[in-house]
């Protein structure tokens, strides 16, 4: 019997795939590639160092539970050649295509030939039929291994420029690149607002309708399309809004903002906008005239 090994985004999708009884082992792929360096000219373990480095520093979390959890998953991933298959499945989710840049410009430096590709238009932890789909996989070419590699080199680029390019490429192959590109773009600054695509939908949530960071956050999902944000990467962003040089959220009962990793805040504590919060939103201000940006999106450090 063939053995397997399956790579996808994230625990919740690997605990939907196992509940099939599809046969192999299961390796999640955890990281947050669209926020933070993702820096140019490292090897896999090297990348993963500086990763480390950002998800502890930025969301406070144990730094040798992560770094384990790196070192671990960079391990598995370099005993590809013990299975007989390996299964890279990717949705349309701008996690799942980071991550699938990454690894086929790994499994293209490695010259792998047991590399199957499965896609899916909706992510794999909503919907049913995996083993149908497993079914339709398909055996990676050297032209999807290829233009992953270019697609991985211009996103760590230190200027959009050659990511900008590769975009424009017809590329039937990725099926989703372009689309998930484009989204990528939105979260660099806009040149009226000094806001990203995401931090514009927060403000236009908490301007429409009082209501809490969790609630606020089941809004941000259902204006998610592709969907993209998770629970932690909110936060943060929310916490960036609200303690800027120039905050534009701020808690409705007037007291100190606290992070809102804390469960308590983000349950009980309504939001509003700031006086310079309602000038941006309407479009009266441009946020980087006196917030100081300090910013990565892959190999791009965004400072002003």
């Known amino acids: 019997m063939a053995s397997f090994l399956h790579i996808l985004n994230g625990d919740s999708a690997v605990s939907q795939l196992a509940e099939t009884g599809l046969g192999g082992v299961f390796l999640p792929w955890r990281d947050l590639l669209h926020e933070g360096p993702v820096p140019a000219g490292l090897s896999l373990e090297q990348t993963s160092l500086a990763r480390a480095s950002y998800l502890v520093e930025t969301y406070q979390l144990d730094a040798a539970e992560v770094a384990a959890s790196f070192c671990e998953r960079d391990a598995q991933l370099r005993r ?38 499965v896609f899916s238009p909706t992510p794999f932890s909503r919907r049913t039929g995996l083993g149908e789909l497993l079914a339709k996989r398909r055996k990676a070419t050297p032209v999807q291994l290829h233009f992953g590699r270019r697609a991985w080199l211009a996103f760590c680029a230190d200027d959009p420029g050659p990511l900008v390019e590769i975009a424009r490429e017809q590329a039937p192959q990725l099926p989703f690149f372009q689309e998930l590109c484009q989204r990528l773009f939105e979260e660099f600054p806009d040149v009226h607002s000094g806001l990203s695509r995401s ?26 399309d592709p969907a993209f944000m998770g629970d932690l990467s909110f936060w943060r962003l929310l916490d960036e809004l609200a303690t800027s040089d120039l905050p534009l959220l701020a808690r409705r009962d007037g007291k100190p903002w606290q992070s809102l990793s804390q ?42």
């Open 199 to 224: 931090q514009r939908q927060v403000l236009e949530i908490v301007a429409t309708k009082s209501c809490n960071a969790t609630e606020s956050f089941t809004r941000m999902v259902a204006l998610q």
């Open 263 to 304: 469960a308590e805040m983000a349950r009980q504590h309504n939001l509003v906008l700031t006086d310079a919060g309602r000038e941006v939103h309407l479009g009266h201000l441009n946020w980087l005239s006196q917030h100081r940006l300090d910013r990565w999106i892959g190999g791009v450090h965004l400072t002003h």
């Open 80 to 117: 590809y050649k013990d299975y007989d298959e390996v299964v890279l499945w990717s949705s349309r989710d701008l996690h799942d295509h980071c991550h699938l840049m990454q690894l086929l410009a790994f499994f293209a430096d490695e010259q792998a030939t047991n590399l199957t590709l």
